[in-house]
């Protein structure tokens, strides 16, 4: 019913950047906040940034000053701008949503299926 789309993921050099994009698809009513999650090898999964449908945003600590996250309510897809790209920002990256409202007025917490992120020394 709905469906997250990564990219942007790939090889990249300490110090470089990045851009991934999540675009939502299919019956979709409203999506208010939408959000980026990492994950490293052995490490949990944490919270990057968020971003609300007005356009409020949240960034982890690790990353504020350096990602720059944004969307774009008419294609219903979120970015993810990464400068300054550490080796610790090796990482699978999640897109998230929620709460996305389908036009059938049911509410979803909907998942991208996942990016690698691989940032060289």
């Known amino acids: 019913q709905v469906r997250l789309v990564e990219s942007g993921g790939g090889l990249v050099q300490a110090g470089g950047s990045l851009r991934l994009s999540c675009a939502a698809s299919?019956?979709?009513?409203?999506?208010?906040?939408m959000g980026w999650y990492r994950q490293a090898p052995g490490k949990q999964r944490e919270l990057v940034a968020t971003?609300?449908?007005?356009?409020?945003?949240k960034y982890a600590d690790s990353v504020k000053g350096r990602f720059t996250i944004s969307r774009d309510n008419a294609k219903n897809t979120v970015y993810l701008h990464m400068n300054s790209l550490k080796s610790e920002d090796t990482a699978v990256y999640y897109c998230?949503?929620?709460?996305?409202?389908?036009?059938?007025?049911?509410?979803?917490?909907?998942w991208g299926q996942g990016t690698l992120v691989t940032v060289s020394s």
């Open positions: 971003i609300t449908s007005y356009y409020s945003t």
């Open positions: 299919g019956s979709i009513f409203s999506i208010n906040v």
């Open positions: 998230n949503a929620p709460g996305v409202v389908t036009r059938q007025r049911v509410a979803l917490d909907a």
